[in-house]
């Protein structure tokens, strides 16, 4: 009888500024032993990742580990600070070389980029950006942040892409909420974030009846977002994950005000008669990120 060769295995980290996960496998059918805990201090928070890897380890051989983070962070491969989270304003986490603390620990290559660019290559590899060479996977949750793909390759410039920090139309008759962003006020994450949500209503978002008046201002907000971002990056689709976008009314209302800011100037089929297949929910859900990093480490960063 012939021996099957078992199939290489990965590791993944989805750092969130709240919540670690951690996992092996190599994708969808094949991810295992799945753990959640606190992001603490960096100390506390990467040692319990390296003793989750080192334990894993024992059962499986791994072959690399992947790794989408929060950030910003530095994700230019040959940059003194590469694997680093940079500026961040997490208390303690600014300056942290997340990477290298993983690689010299576990002997391990590890392969790094942000939270949402290990989303976006999630769907590429399993979920609703497969066959797809351009297309923006935007996040609305605790901030907002988008992955991007073009030409089949992630989006990367002198850094990676901010698409939070972006501004958007703020009428402050209609809205006095001034924004909760540290640095921009009023940027879109200031306005369209969850906690910026629960800031201006006085309640969690996710206690907000669908028909809440937060809902059409959300959705005004990240309709103007995915305008900007379809007339400059032209993607092919677009994403939109996240806690808040678990909110299904939001994506028949995005569409609507999508349709109507665009005003008939792009007569393409995607957009005239297909935007509830252009702006989707992402197909893997709240596994997007963790199947992201796995895809990350497969692919060895050659992406």
Not at 15 to 41: H, M, W, Y
Not at 114 to 136: I, M, P, R, S
Not at 196 to 213: F, G, I, K, S
Not at 249 to 273: C, D, G, H, M, W
Request: glycine share 12%.
């Amino acid at each position: 009888m012939k021996k099957t060769t078992p199939l290489p295995r990965y590791g993944g980290i989805e750092a969130g500024g709240s919540k670690f996960v951690c996992a092996t496998g190599s994708g969808p059918q094949d991810l295992s032993n799945e753990i959640r805990f606190p992001t603490t201090t960096p100390e506390e928070t990467l040692d319990r990742a390296v003793a989750y890897f080192r334990e894993q380890r024992r059962r499986h051989p791994l072959s690399a580990i992947g790794v989408g983070s929060f950030g910003p962070l530095d994700a230019r491969r040959g940059s003194p600070t590469f694997g680093y989270i940079t500026t961040t304003p997490k208390p303690g986490w600014a300056n942290t070389d997340f990477a290298g603390r993983l690689e010299r620990a576990l002997e391990l290559p590890v392969y790094f980029d942000t939270d949402t660019n290990a989303a976006a290559l999630g769907e590429h590899c399993w979920g609703a950006a497969q066959k797809l060479k351009d297309f923006l996977y935007l996040t609305v949750g605790t901030g907002i942040g988008g992955g991007a793909m073009a030409n089949g390759r992630l989006l990367h410039g002198f850094n990676h892409i901010e698409a939070g920090h972006i501004r958007v139309p703020h009428d402050r008759e209609r809205d006095p909420f001034p924004g909760n962003c540290p640095f921009h006020g009023d940027c879109l994450e200031g306005l369209a974030c969850g906690p910026a949500v629960e800031q201006r209503w006085n309640r969690r978002a996710e206690t907000l009846p669908p028909d809440h008046p937060a809902w059409e201002l959300e959705a005004e907000y990240l309709a103007h977002a995915a305008v900007n971002f379809l007339l400059t990056l032209a993607p092919q689709r677009i994403i939109m994950g996240g806690g808040v976008m678990e909110q299904q009314q939001l994506f028949p209302l995005i569409r609507q005000k999508v349709s109507r800011l665009l005003n008939n100037y792009l007569r393409l089929p995607e957009i005239t008669a297909h935007l509830d297949q252009y702006i989707v929910p992402p197909e893997l859900g709240n596994r997007a990120g963790i199947l992201g990093a796995i895809a990350l480490a497969q692919k060895g960063g050659k992406l």
